[in-house]
């Protein structure tokens, strides 16, 4: 029809017409909708639709966003990564901010919607869903957040497709996770509606096509390794908030030299989850730092008390964890406690062997669904490989289930029988050609190998403990925690005395081995001999040898040389007897000691070279650092120094390549020797003390007093004479005590020393000095030395 023609039917104005079709009247009266329908004659659907387009379209009216009554801490980059993300024009149109309850996901999705609010058009919306319990809720809910009236009888997600199918708006929704079911609803309204964004913020993804998950950390801690000041604790994002909540009950707290420490090991002990801080917080009203810190073993107990303006799920840590436990299915809930037996998280096969029998593909299904719930969180282990883990404030919670179901008995049991296997492929690994990968693994795992060691104890399986403690010690002397090894093994040993063994022997043995390093020799002794008569009523001839040899190292170190070339020549017999070539190699290198001790440097020369031979052979890396350290010391001796730098370096490398602390300190000491006879006493001190600290911490004590004579050596070439004096001194004493004489090749050079000491000193000064050195501590002494840096 002509506009003539169609103002003629209707009896409107040709005007009115042309006005309507150039949209310059965009309202027109419902008198004249109904004159045009009449004179168009419509279709009842059609009439419907025309009608609705006639009618104008009111603005939308979004729900305010929720004003945040704090700052936001340690989100400087997040908040804007979501909103670029969600830009108009990025291309992704729902992200959805996952992470465990209270990580702080809401207060972020505030900020980045505040961040959005000029770029959406019709505005941007929040959905609070914590107080729905019903998915066919959700998208009412939305529609009454944009001010959207539902119509009677007509489904919610259509009234949404016609309200918002050409609007430009962003809507937050707000705690997704128990209502998942909704999810495909609200991706259907994003596929209809292109000028539609949605920012869900959810403990688990929503799983939806278009969906772009960002979890959600927490906050930053301090270095563990590096001292903070106050000022720079305060700094840190997770202390700062510990301390700003901290100020709202307690106006005059701050963090000062005092409780610096204490409030550092808050802040790591919850995991610097934010609501775990502000819970914490909470408790400085009544405690001092310190107090807090040691009460904080039983975290659900302490983080209680959150604010009455919170839902209640967020005023506990125990009812914010039990809210995400308790969405999950029970197969979900069964694996989420059994998890919590790995102390230091686990790979996904660890996870497979202790709870799903070997099953790769149930353990990967499962820790998905860990992952999803932001109950696990994943990271890159040292190799590289995935690795997973609780927060300790989430693995409390599991620990709790774990012991309140019929499943910890076994499920610890299946984690002391894994680990147990590790260990002892671990024990075999750090002789082999994988050393360094195996020191690397065993040390990822050292937290999950302390606690499957310690519940074996507990529930008193001597073997099971004693093979454990045996398979360990080689780790546990590498990585300098002698005295943690110790420790174990004794534990061990207390069950079942009366055992004649060889798995009690072979730990006695290695106890024994432990034994010598921190320079106990008399219980080195009998421990030594407690397994040796064992083995020997065995008829076990090569452990019999190892025994033997093992003896022959506290007569070398005591300076009873005849009877240690003895064992070592009878190990060596026993090793070449039955083909055992690692033994073979460590029989020849312990005789070349002894040569060495005896001066004969021509006969250690020889037989270290043949020790290296079969090191080489087997691909034992740190087998062959330890033959080229002994090989370098005794070119050392002999004034060799050009080659004795040349292996000594190499042995260095060695050690760091398989991760040998303590074969790195004792290749530092011995260079520092090294630089002292070439007149580089700046390079000797730096050697001496790095070899010092080393020592020191791993608990190898005659070590220790090694390089306090080092030490003591140069202070007297620097003109630190009394100090020198004093070091000397309390060396001297030491080896008097324990029975531990210097090495025949140095006690020319230690003589000369002291003589060149007393040539500098008045007598009475060089006496003074001696005295005080002979009745100081060992500790005392280390800590004297150290002020050599001053």
């Known amino acids: 029809m002509t506009q003539e023609t169609l103002a003629e039917r209707s009896g409107l104005s040709v005007r009115g017409i042309s006005d309507l079709e150039r949209g310059v009247k965009r309202r027109p009266h419902p008198d004249t909708i109904r004159m045009l329908a009449a004179a168009l004659d419509l279709a009842p659907e059609t009439l419907a639709s025309f009608r609705e387009s006639a009618t104008p379209r009111s603005p939308l009216a979004p729900a305010a966003l929720p004003v945040p009554l704090t700052a936001l ?93 050409d609007r430009q708006a962003l809507v937050v929704m707000d705690n997704f996770e128990h209502l998942l079911a909704a999810a495909p609803d609200v991706a259907s309204l994003l596929a209809a509606c292109p000028g539609l964004s949605v920012l869900a913020t959810s403990r688990s993804p929503l799983h939806v096509g278009g969906e772009h998950e960002y979890p959600v ?68 009203k009544t405690l001092a730092p ?4 040691s009460l904080l073993g039983n975290r659900l107990g302490v983080l209680t008390g959150g604010r009455q303006d919170r839902p209640a799920r967020h005023r506990t840590m125990r009812s914010t964890i039990g809210w995400s436990h308790d969405l999950m299915p029970g197969d979900e809930q069964a694996t989420f406690r059994r998890f919590a037996v790995f102390a230091t998280g686990a790979t996904l096969e660890s996870t497979a062997a202790v709870i799903f029998d070997g099953d790769i593909l149930a353990a990967l299904d499962h820790l998905t669904a860990l992952l999803d719930q932001s109950l696990v969180q994943r990271y890159e282990g040292t190799d590289g490989q995935p690795r997973f883990a609780m927060l300790e404030t989430i693995r409390e919670f599991a620990l709790h289930q774990l012991a309140a179901s019929e499943d910890e008995s076994l499920a610890r049991a299946r984690h002391a029988a894994h680990f147990l296997d590790l260990a002892e492929q671990g024990e075999t690994g750090l002789t082999g050609p994988d050393q360094a990968a195996w020191m690397a693994r065993l040390e990822t795992e050292s937290g999950n190998l302390r606690a499957a060691l310690g519940w074996s104890i507990q529930r008193g399986d001597a073997q099971g403990s004693q093979r454990f403690g045996s398979a360990l010690w080689r780790f546990w002397s590498a990585s300098g925690r002698l005295n943690e090894g110790r420790d174990w093994l004794d534990r061990a040993l207390v069950l079942n005395p009366g055992d004649q063994s060889a798995v009690r022997a072979q730990a006695l043995l290695r106890r024994g081995n432990i034994a010598v390093d921190l320079a106990d020799y008399p219980s080195a002794r009998g421990l030594y001999h407690q397994s040796l008569d064992i083995f020997q009523t065995l008829g076990d001839d090569v452990n019999v040898g190892r025994a033997l040899g093992s003896l022959g ?77 002994w090989r370098g010391r005794l070119d050392r001796l002999d004034g060799r120094t050009g080659a004795a730098n040349a292996w000594l370096t190499r042995a260095q490398a060695g050690f760091r390549e398989v991760g040998d602390q303590l074969g790195i300190a004792y290749a530092m000491n011995e260079l520092g020797y090294l630089a002292s006879d070439d007149g580089n006493d700046r390079a000797a001190l730096a050697y001496h003390l790095d070899a010092l600290r080393e020592r020191e911490e791993a608990g190898a004590i005659q070590e220790t007093v090694d390089s306090l004579e080092g030490i003591a050596a140069v202070a007297i070439v620097q003109l630190q004479v009394e100090l020198g004096v004093k070091l000397f001194a309390a060396a001297s004493e030491w080896r008097k005590t324990h029975g531990a004489p210097l090495l025949p090749a140095l006690r020319s050079t230690y003589e000369g020393r002291i003589a060149q000491a007393r040539s500098k000193l008045p007598s009475a000064t060089f006496v003074r000095a001696w005295n005080e050195g002979e009745t100081a501590t060992l500790d005392e002494a280390i800590a004297l030395a150290f002020t050599m840096t001053q």
């Not at 310190?290 to 810190?293: G, I």
């Open 73 to 165: 801490i340690d989100r400087e980059d997040e908040a804007p990564a979501i909103a670029a993300l969600l830009d108009p024009g990025a291309g992704v149109r729902l992200v959805t901010l996952t992470g465990p309850g209270g990580v702080g996901k809401t207060r972020l999705a505030i900020q980045a919607a505040m961040d959005l609010r000029d770029g959406f058009a019709d505005g941007v919306a929040f959905v609070a869903l914590a107080g729905l319990t019903d998915p066919l809720l959700v998208l009412g809910a939305m529609a009454n957040a944009l001010g959207i009236r539902e119509t009677p009888g007509r489904p919610p997600l259509d009234t949404l497709t016609k309200a918002l199918q």
């Open 290 to 293: 310190r107090e807090l810190e």
């Open 553 to 629: 190292l506290v007569y070398a170190n005591q300076g009873e040389y005849a009877a240690a070339r003895a064992a070592y020549e009878s190990v060596l017999e026993v090793c070449q007897e039955h083909g055992w070539r690692p033994g073979e190699a460590l029989a020849l290198l312990n005789l070349g000691s002894v040569a060495v001790a005896e001066g004969d440097y021509t006969g250690a020369r020889s037989v270290y070279d043949a020790s290296l031979t079969i090191r080489r052979a087997l691909g034992d890396a740190g087998g062959v650092a330890w033959a080229s350290y």
């Open 217 to 284: 950390r927490t906050l930053a801690l301090p270095d563990p390794v590096h001292r903070h000041s106050p000022a720079e604790l305060t700094g840190v994002p997770a202390v700062g908030l510990f301390v700003r909540q901290a100020q709202a009950v307690q106006p005059l707290f701050v963090v000062n030299e005092a409780n610096a420490a204490a409030v550092s090991a808050i802040c790591a002990r919850v995991d610097g989850l934010p609501l775990a801080l502000e819970l914490a917080a909470v408790r400085m």
